[in-house]
């Protein structure tokens, strides 16, 4: 079947400007999470999400970060006057709400603020 | 809280020749344990996992790992070395309660020569 899909699979982007990131997760998986891999920090959570309970957004770096997830499908993360620091790769995960939760990732989306 | 130390962000080994890499954990309740192996410009692929089913887990092409708790490692072996397994291979652990987010190590570039 069909795995997690993201898009865009690369983004630029000016300083300053809003960013808008997309996962589509597995069909039938309630939760979802955002990670952020980058070189200095390696991999963190950023975002869960589980069925239609409020989100954990105990990751997220900053109030500049957002993340809605619609229909409890498809999940988008907002990034608000993006700075430098913010250039990583962003990756999605999705589990099914049993054990042991084992999440699988879709292939990332490259952002590079300049 | 949980974490993950992975001992060696490089290994290199000879085709054919034996794959171990390390992971040690921290957990103050019963943890599930991944290992997560990602190719150049991909996603995470889940490799195997720990369940507390069986302490020695066979995973996707010809890699296994053995959970021991009283060393709380969780490494991860491959007899003998592929080419194709060149990758930068990830340790994680998650737990049962709250968001059963990630907690990944540093990571493990292993690199195969001929």
């Known amino acids: 079947g069909a795995g997690v899909s993201q898009s865009p699979s690369n983004k630029v982007t000016e300083k300053g400007k809003d960013v808008e990131l997309r996962c589509d997760p597995i069909?039938?998986?309630?939760?979802l999470y955002w990670y952020r891999q980058s070189l200095g920090q390696g991999l963190e959570f950023l975002i869960y999400f589980q069925g239609n309970s409020a989100p954990d957004k105990s990751g997220l770096p900053s109030d500049r970060f957002s993340a809605e997830r619609t229909g409890g499908s498809v999940s988008t993360l907002t990034i608000q006057r993006t700075q430098q620091e913010d250039s990583a790769v962003y990756l999605c995960?999705?589990?099914?709400?049993?054990?042991?939760?084992?999440?699988?990732f879709g292939p990332g989306t490259r952002l590079t603020v300049t | 809280a949980q974490s993950v130390t992975q001992l060696g962000s490089h290994v290199s080994v000879s085709e054919g020749a034996l794959v171990l890499l390390r992971c040690n954990y921290s957990?103050?309740?019963?943890?599930?344990l991944f290992w997560y192996v990602q190719y150049p410009n991909q996603g995470l692929q889940l490799l195997l996992k720990y369940t507390s089913a069986a302490t020695l887990v066979k995973g996707i092409n010809g890699f296994e790992a053995e959970f021991k708790k009283s060393e709380t490692s969780f490494h991860l072996t491959k007899p003998s070395a592929h080419m194709s397994d060149a990758a930068e291979y990830f340790c994680?652990?998650?737990?049962?309660?709250?968001?059963?987010?990630?907690?990944f190590g540093s990571g493990t570039r292993l690199q195969v020569q001929p």
């Open positions: 994680a652990v998650s737990v049962d309660t709250g968001r059963r987010a990630l907690t």
């Open positions: 957990s103050s309740v019963p943890p599930y």
């Open positions: 995960a999705s589990s099914l709400r049993q054990p042991p939760y084992e999440q699988y």
């Open positions: 069909s039938g998986h309630t939760a």
